[in-house]
């Protein structure tokens, strides 16, 4: 009898280890650091303000630290929102800020002023205007 169980427990170990490879393959192996800001998938998380069209992903929000789980991290939520806040790391995204120079109010705007608005028309259902611009002589349709 001992002879068959030890054989069982080796099949079961070794389908284990199967599926071990399987699962493996598709995981992420992510660090995330005290003060990191993350975007978090609300896709399964009850907020009140989860609505079909909500943004799936949400945030940024600041990693307070790891959790006693591995593979969770703590993070800095709103009080508003009712949620446990210790998550896994497949529901985590790091956030990456826009450099200053793409941030749309400091990009620099155009200085193009209109002389004279020609002719107004809608084309296929759309507003489109013939005009003239400061500055130049020729006609452009915009």
Request: glycine residues 8%; proline residues 7%; hydrophobic residues 35%.
């Amino acid at each position: 009898m001992d002879h068959v169980t030890g054989e069982v427990r080796g099949l079961l170990h070794e389908v284990q280890e199967v599926w071990k490879r399987g699962r493996d393959r598709g995981r992420r192996d992510v660090v995330f650091q005290v003060g990191d800001e993350v975007l978090l998938d609300t896709t399964f998380t009850p907020l009140p303000s989860r609505g079909l069209l909500s943004a799936r992903w949400q945030g940024p929000f600041k990693v307070i630290g790891p959790a006693a789980a591995p593979n969770t991290y703590q993070l800095e939520l709103p009080l508003t929102w009712r949620a446990h806040n210790e998550f896994n790391v497949d529901r985590l995204r790091r956030y990456i800020r826009a450099p200053d120079w793409m941030v749309a109010d400091r990009l620099p705007r155009p200085s193009h002023e209109v002389s004279q608005v020609l002719r107004f028309r809608n084309r296929r259902g759309r507003p489109s205007c013939l005009v003239r611009w400061v500055g130049e002589d020729t006609l452009r349709d915009s």
